[in-house]
């Protein structure tokens, strides 16, 4: 057990996380919404059309109801269909969804409290140590394998 396993945590974990999460995760989610719609109207050839500024999170309850155009100016000329935009947003939610769960794995494997702790990679050890160095405290590093008892004998 590592020294750093003993220590008493004295923050309990508590809603400053969570909270930093979702407000971290609901901007990008909307900017979703954008997204699709946009591609929705890229994909039937009216062209990549984005909101203006002012109406980019006012738009996105207009555009979940239906209205494919909403917050367009101006809006797209073969606007794409109520039924392709949603096809288009929920793919772009689905694909950021994906690459969220993707880095959450990556940094619990890095940081969480499954990640190995304490042990050097072989690579590390040798570049921390050097060849030369192991071969030359063998013995105490692998007493089990390099004792004197167990040195090898030639005939």
Do not use: C, N
């Not at 996380?17 to 901007?27: F, K, R, S």
């Amino acid at each position: 057990m590592l020294q750093t396993d003993r220590r008493h945590d004295p923050y309990p974990s508590t809603w400053e996380i969570p909270v930093a999460l979702l407000a971290a995760t609901l901007p990008a989610a909307a900017l979703g919404v954008q997204a699709g719609r946009s591609l929705a109207h890229w994909a039937t050839g009216a062209g990549w059309h984005w909101p203006t500024p002012r109406s980019l999170f006012t738009s996105i309850p207009a555009i979940l109801t239906g209205h494919p155009a909403a917050g367009l100016d101006p809006p797209p000329a073969p606007a794409a269909t109520a039924s392709a935009v949603i096809g288009w947003i929920i793919a772009t939610e689905t694909v950021f969804l994906l690459g969220l769960a993707t880095l959450a794995a990556l940094v619990l494997r890095r940081w969480g409290p499954g990640r190995m702790k304490g042990m050097a990679t072989p690579a590390e050890a040798a570049s921390t140590l050097g060849v030369r160095r192991l071969r030359a405290h063998r013995r105490i590093i692998r007493p089990d394998l390099h004792s004197a008892r167990h040195q090898r004998r030639t005939p």
